[in-house]
């Protein structure tokens, strides 16, 4: 059982900026693996976390012989029990976690792996947590002084939402609609796994969404106004890894290499928003997503270059520096103003966009069921009472994300 005695605070400083005093604390899962073969290790980290019935939930990747013959093996070889559950739903809801946590208590886990996207990770998440606190609400989790949960460890299998490192979970509310993204370091999971073999089987179109789902949370805590010099370390880190690997993993799924480098990346990106927190391109998305049942990633991918140019004139420097990381060897002209390298970083995620599809992908998504036009006021009211708002670099109107849907909308249909 996990409790807050455990925090999970790698570092904790306390730095001078500007004569202003920024408390600069970063909190991180406590153990990170990565590498071809990691998988093996899981029943080493169960033991680890004196956990003896392990609840896996799983996406569909468990199917697969050779993964899921290597992760019971290593289960089997540390005497431990195990229950599974398959979540192949697609993003998580209330009524998913339901299910689980039925099961979790049939069972009587003392601890929660998950292998999957975002979405299995997020449920385990929430899973780990609730089974817990039964009466606890998803809304309660961000005031809970001394929030428990049971030992949980993450293996992603896209690269991805970081959740892997995050305080975050996402669940839609099968009530309202409404994603709802409660956060807290006590989500932050026990133990991430990355093991690049686990990615190898992402079709091209989810190497693709995710992989700009991982840009935008390294490029939004980069000009959050909660972005300290620890979350800033890792966002740059990961910008540059997904940079230069992202196009090659697209290319060829086969390049281990560059899934690994984008596990790290995503990883990396995850640790910077959960500290730093994502801003408009996801608090827009959200509601995208809840509304069109449109994959994540994509809906970030969309909205990423309008909300880039809405904030630009802000934040010239930390964008000129984001250029620098975008394109390596200094292909950037050193004789470039700031406002000049900082309009590079709009180019480089439009030329991501046309490389693999996203316009025409988000086409097919917002052109079924209610016209665009007429579900715009309900995206904008959902948006502004998301999480992200109030930390982007210059504080949205309605009017403003109206109109960053609207330019959206034209571009999709006049691209
Ligand atoms: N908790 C966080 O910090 C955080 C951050 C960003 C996004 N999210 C949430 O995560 C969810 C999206 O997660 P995601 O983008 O990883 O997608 P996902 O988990 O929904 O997976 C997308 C699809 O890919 C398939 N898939 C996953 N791994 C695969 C593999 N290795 N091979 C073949 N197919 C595979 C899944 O079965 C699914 O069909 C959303 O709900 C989003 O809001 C959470
Ligand atoms: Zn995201």
Redesign the pocket.
Known sequence: MHDENEEQQTTVMLHEMGGQKVSNSLYAPRVVTIGSGSLQKIGEYVVALHAKHVFVIA???LSNETISSTFQRSIEQHGLDATYFTH?K???TTEHLQAVLMKIKECGADCIVAI???????LA?AASVFAVNEQMSLDAIPNENCLRRLSFIAIP??A????EA?K???IKDVKTGV?KNPGHHTLIPDVAILDPE??I???QS?TA??GM?ALA?AMEAYVSTKATPCSDFYALESMRLIAASLPLAYQNGNDIKAREQMLLGSYYA?IAF?NASTNLAHAAG?PL?AHYNM???LCVALLLPFVVEYGLHVCEERYATVAGVLYPNNSLKPSYSNAVAAKKVMIFIEQCNDTFGILQAGWEYLNKGQAFEDIVPTLVKDAMAGNGIRSNQIVPTEEDVEEIYKKLWSKITQP
């Open positions: 996406g569909s990747l192949t697609g993003e998580p999957g996207g975002g979405s299995v990770m997020d998440k299998t896209t991805g939402t970081g959740s995050t975050i979970t996402v994603k686990l990615t089987s992402l079709p989810i969404y995710t789902d949370h995850g959960s959200r997503g994959p994540h990633g």
